[in-house]
């Protein structure tokens, strides 16, 4: 094995063996490695010559997705998710308090009916009237 950098072979002090393993199925592995600089990695490629090879075997270095890359697609991710929910729990937010306002109005004008002597008009006030309210006035329909 000889490692090529701009497809010239490097010196042998520059890669540093290792061991050959079995494969566990009757084939073996070696393993040379190098110390690349990040950004270099085109310029170099691994030469393998052996004795079943009619020629040469030379691998290309292939980038693969970098550490940095998958960190930023992984905190991108969150970081939506985290707004999703933060808005989403603002909006709830805002439509409770939306609700009680609206409430909160009714019960204001059902009191100020209810001090005038005048009957409500809102199907929550009519179902909260105390016994008696409508002796003031007219039955309701229906009412005996």
Known sequence: MTWLKDRQPLDAKDAEPMDLLPNGDGTYQAQVALAVPPGEEQRYACQVQH????????????????????????????????????????????????????????????????KVGEAPTTATALASCEPGFWLRGSPPVGAH
Not at 82 to 95: A, D, E, H, S, W
């Open 51 to 114: 004795p079943g090879l009619e020629q040469p075997l030379t691998a290309t270095w292939e980038p693969s997705m970098s550490g940095a890359l998958v960190f930023g697609v992984i905190c991108g991710t969150l970081m939506s998710v985290i707004i999703v929910i933060f808005f989403t729990g603002v909006l709830f937010r805002f439509l409770r308090r939306r609700q009680a306002s609206r409430l909160s109005r009714q019960s204001d004008i059902f009191s100020a009916a209810m």
